[in-house]
């Protein structure tokens, strides 16, 4: 398909209606669900001493956090209400527990949306080229400890909008970037509400002791917030997604800096985040209930622009952290390419030469 065939209003017009209808009740009905597992597997974890069922467990417990995040991801798009109060209520439940700024975050979300794909306005995991990939970086993402760091990182503020400041990007102060079109109730209320968990997670502390709250609370909070780097990183991070200079970069392109993965059983349990994500960006106002019908309304049309991996996602995973350290000019676009000599997609070095001509 020539490039300027593809529309928006094309694709939008492939996708049924039913599935731009928000079900407030169906969205609550998996909120509810996802209380109820996280309850369950307190219950067991309460109820038993033997390592090998503790761990599997809070592994669990961590991944219903993430999932009800995505929830919470959907209210943010006003995806999860009719209303805004409710999604507005919907983001605080959620969002609440995990100690994120619902609307804070809401904010800095909207401006990852904005800019997918672009080389300078980028919100999360923004490719560099070679000569920007210093020591600092190259520790964070050649070894993966990016995903044990990356998230709280991003919530204090040391982000990719302005100056990697905690002051000017934090999502905790309302003197922050994300903040700067006025302070409202409802952003107020989003600190407040991760004020009062944080409050009862100290209380439960002095109560039970540290250890407790170790094993019960920072355990699957870890796991929670690897899960949300991990499959933000392998959401637009591949080999074969590109990234664009102001100059070729478009709202549609930068959607399609996309590549659905596949999650094993955790596509269902995450409710389909990361295995249908490029409908996502490019519909974000679709629930997650309806992300599948929508993905494959829209294949057809999208032809190969359609990026998706059919390989368990922790060997594309592997396969990042190999090949994607920057990104080279490439015919009005930019590549991932790695500094391994063995990797297929070896980059220009002090030995291949400059960079060619933009």
Same mark, same amino acid.
């Given at each position: 398909?020539?490039?300027? &065939? ?7 017009? *492939?996708?049924?209606? !039913?599935c ?24 067991v ?11 599997? +467990? ?20 006003? *995806?999860?209400?009719?209303?805004k ?18 609307r ?19 919100? +999360? ?19 993966? /400890?990016?995903l ?11 982000? #990719?909008i ?5 002051? &000017?990007g ?20 989003? /600190?407040?509400? #991760? ?19 170790? !094993? ?7 796991i ?8 933000t ?12 200079t ?13 590549v ?11 409710? #389909? ?12 106002? /679709?629930?997650h209930?309806?992300? !599948? ?5 829209? !294949? ?8 998706? &991996? ?34 297929? #997609? ?12 933009e």
């Amino acid at each position: 398909m020539a490039e300027d &065939s593809l529309t928006l209003d094309r694709l939008k017009a *492939a996708i049924p209606a !039913k599935c731009f209808n928000v079900n407030p009740l169906r969205a609550w009905a998996y909120l509810v669900f996802d209380f109820a597992c996280i309850i369950i597997c307190y219950f067991v974890l309460a109820n038993t001493s033997v390592w090998y069922i503790e761990w599997p +467990v809070i592994f669990l417990i961590g991944t219903f956090c993430w999932s009800l995040f995505v929830l919470g991801h959907d209210a943010g798009h006003g *995806a999860f209400a009719k209303t805004k109060i409710g999604n507005t209520i919907a983001g605080l439940i959620t969002h609440g527990p995990l100690l994120v700024p619902f609307r804070g975050w809401q904010r800095s979300h909207a401006l990852h949306h904005a800019g997918t794909g672009h080389f300078d306005r980028e919100e +999360v995991f923004r490719a560099c080229r070679l000569e920007d990939d210093r020591l600092f970086r190259k520790i964070l993402f050649r070894s993966g /400890i990016f995903l044990f760091l990356g998230w709280p990182m991003y919530k204090l503020g040391f982000r #990719n909008i302005g100056t990697y400041s905690p002051i &000017s990007g934090s999502h905790y102060l309302t003197t922050s970037q994300l903040y700067n079109r006025g302070i409202h109730w409802s952003w107020l209320a989003s /600190i407040a509400v #991760n004020a009062v968990f944080l409050g009862i997670y100290i209380a439960l502390g002095f109560a039970y002791g540290w250890g407790f709250v170790a !094993k019960y609370i920072l355990a699957p909070y870890l796991i929670y917030g690897v899960w949300l780097t991990f499959m933000t990183w392998m959401q637009h991070v591949s080999e074969e997604v590109p990234v664009y200079t102001a100059k070729d970069w478009t709202f549609l392109k930068g959607a399609l800096c996309s590549v659905d993965r596949y999650y094993g059983p955790f596509n269902w349990l995450t409710h #389909n985040t990361g295995n249908y994500h490029v409908v996502h960006h490019l519909f974000p106002k /679709i629930p997650h209930y309806h992300l !599948k019908e929508a993905t494959e309304a829209i !294949k057809p049309v999208l032809g190969e622009r359609y990026l998706k &991996s059919d390989r368990f996602v922790v060997f594309d995973f592997v396969r990042s952290l190999i090949a994607c350290h920057f990104v080279e000019p490439d015919d009005g676009r930019e590549v991932y390419k790695s500094e391994y000599a063995f990797a297929a #997609n070896q980059g220009r070095s002090a030995k291949t030469g400059p960079a060619p001509a933009e």
